[in-house]
Nanobody, 117 residues
Framework: QVQLVESGGGLVQPGGSLRLSCAAS????????MYWYRQAPGKERELVAG????????NYADSVKGRFTISRDNAKNTLYLQMNSLKPEDTAVYYC??????????WGQGTQVTVSS
């Protein structure tokens, strides 16, 4: 079955950086668009960034443009999110996501990112 495992979250001061990883298995990673979402306390889950299977097309939420970079390594079946210039409003649980025709939406367990001084 599809399995997504996020890692790399933690506590960081405003202006700091973190790199999230998402290890994927159970599907042909190189064939699928991948996404990062986040969910802050009391808020709905929101799309942060998406990347096509070859990395040729990338999109970001306006709130993270210029600060976050999504990337992927198809040889390692891994999705990344480099987060720079972090702000307190970036505090959330971050999830990676893939949508397949046979399993629907799949989510990892999430990784907590807390930006605080």
């Amino acid at each position: 079955q599809v399995q997504l495992v996020e890692s790399g979250g933690g506590l960081v001061q405003p202006g700091g950086s973190l790199r999230l990883s998402c290890a994927a298995s159970g599907f042909t990673f190189s064939m699928y668009v991948m996404y990062w979402y986040r969910q802050a306390p009391g808020k709905e889950r929101e799309l942060v960034a998406g990347i096509t299977n070859t990395g040729g097309t990338i999109n970001y939420a306006d709130s993270v443009k210029g600060r976050f970079t999504i990337s992927r390594d198809n040889a390692k079946n891994t999705l990344y999110l480099q987060m720079n210039s972090l702000k307190p409003e970036d505090t959330a649980v971050y999830y990676c996501n893939v949508r397949t025709s046979w399993a629907g939406d799949a989510w990892g367990q999430g990784t907590q990112v807390t930006v605080s001084s």
